[in-house]
């Protein structure tokens, strides 16, 4: 359930970015799958830990069988709605990875092409080896390598408070991956690709982001709130507190015939 209500609460920021359209690096990682002819038109696909759709529209684009897997009931509300104007065969998937059985996730058979991009759901061993089970042909995995973050640093700093920076669990995550996949009886063909981006938000929904990004229910209190205010208003221009993330991913795939 934990999980579950930490990916609810940031569903609508997804929503939000997914409205802003696609981006260069998204259309750089389809054009990968096309060239390196593991995605084609009508391809049952499979996108666990989907968020609110992104790669789902494009898929279906293709006139691909999709399947949109997710634990957030609020992301595949939001997946649904992305997807309503196609009528190619899609469905959506609450889905945690850890608990569900392949043949549960696969029911309607192994999917073509099995992706997962920035998302936790496989991790380990065993969900390397799952993962490959739902597929007779290309898994493909995207996970942050290297991660910075230089204006939330400088907003912490302000705040006079010490949050652990995502690049060094990001580093060792992405290591961790590649071993399972070994592990799991694969060898992982890995290209890193740098992927930066910047975020604008008014002072309110900068705020109400770095708490649910940063910090615990139990930590949410009245005094955070008022001292992110703060350091977010000092750090903004003209209301809009800019945020800059800059990250390098690597693109983890492998065959399974």
Same mark, same amino acid.
């Given at each position: 359930?934990?999980?579950?209500?930490?990916?609810?609460?940031?569903?609508?920021?997804?929503?939000?970015?997914?409205?802003?359209?696609?981006?260069?690096?998204?259309?750089?990682?389809?054009?990968?799958?096309?060239?390196?002819?593991?995605?084609?038109?009508?391809?049952?696909?499979?996108?666990?830990?989907?968020?609110?759709?992104?790669?789902?529209?494009?898929?279906?684009?293709? $006139?691909?069988?999709?399947?949109?897997?997710?634990?957030?009931?609020?992301?595949?509300?939001?997946?649904?709605?992305?997807?309503?104007?196609?009528?190619?065969?899609?469905?959506?998937?609450?889905?945690?990875?850890?608990?569900?059985?392949?043949?549960?996730?696969?029911?309607?058979?192994?999917?073509?092409?099995?992706?997962?991009?920035?998302?936790?759901?496989?991790?380990?061993?065993?969900?390397?080896?799952?993962?490959?089970?739902?597929?007779?042909?290309?898994?493909?995995?995207?996970?942050?390598?290297?991660?910075?973050?230089?204006?939330?640093?400088?907003?912490?700093?302000?705040? =006079?408070?010490?949050?652990?920076?995502?690049?060094?669990?990001?580093?060792?995550?992405?290591?961790?991956?590649?071993?399972?996949?070994?592990?799991?009886?694969?060898?992982?063909?890995?290209?890193?690709?740098?992927?930066?981006?910047?975020?604008?938000?008014?002072?309110?929904?900068?705020?109400?982001?770095?708490?649910?990004?940063?910090?615990?229910?139990?930590?949410?209190?009245?005094?955070?709130? =008022?001292?992110?205010?703060?350091?977010?208003?000092?750090?903004?221009?003209? $209301?809009?507190?800019?945020?800059?993330?800059?990250?390098?991913?690597?693109?983890?795939?492998?065959?399974?015939?």
């Amino acid at each position: 359930m934990e999980k579950t209500e930490k990916w609810d609460s940031v569903a609508a920021n997804y929503q939000k970015v997914f409205a802003l359209g696609g981006n260069d690096y998204n259309a750089k990682l389809i054009a990968f799958l096309l060239d390196n002819d593991m995605l084609h038109p009508g391809d049952r696909v499979i996108d666990m830990g989907c968020g609110v759709g992104k790669y789902g529209k494009v898929f279906a684009s293709l $006139g691909c069988d999709v399947t949109l897997a997710d634990i957030s009931p609020k992301m595949l509300g939001f997946a649904a709605q992305n997807m309503a104007e196609y009528k190619t065969p899609w469905r959506v998937m609450q889905c945690d990875f850890d608990e569900m059985s392949a043949d549960a996730v696969a029911e309607g058979g192994k999917y073509d092409l099995s992706i997962s991009t920035m998302s936790p759901a496989v991790h380990d061993v065993a969900t390397a080896k799952k993962f490959a089970d739902i597929t007779k042909s290309w898994c493909f995995i995207a996970a942050f390598s290297q991660w910075s973050e230089p204006d939330r640093e400088r907003l912490f700093k302000l705040m =006079g408070i010490e949050r652990e920076s995502f690049n060094s669990s990001a580093r060792g995550d992405c290591a961790e991956l590649i071993r399972s996949v070994s592990a799991a009886g694969f060898t992982p063909q890995i290209k890193y690709v740098d992927y930066c981006w910047s975020d604008e938000r008014d002072i309110d929904e900068a705020v109400r982001y770095m708490e649910n990004r940063y910090f615990e229910p139990s930590e949410r209190t009245d005094e955070l709130h =008022g001292r992110l205010t703060e350091a977010v208003s000092a750090l903004s221009h003209d $209301g809009i507190f800019t945020d800059s993330v800059n990250t390098k991913v690597a693109w983890i795939y492998w065959s399974t015939k």
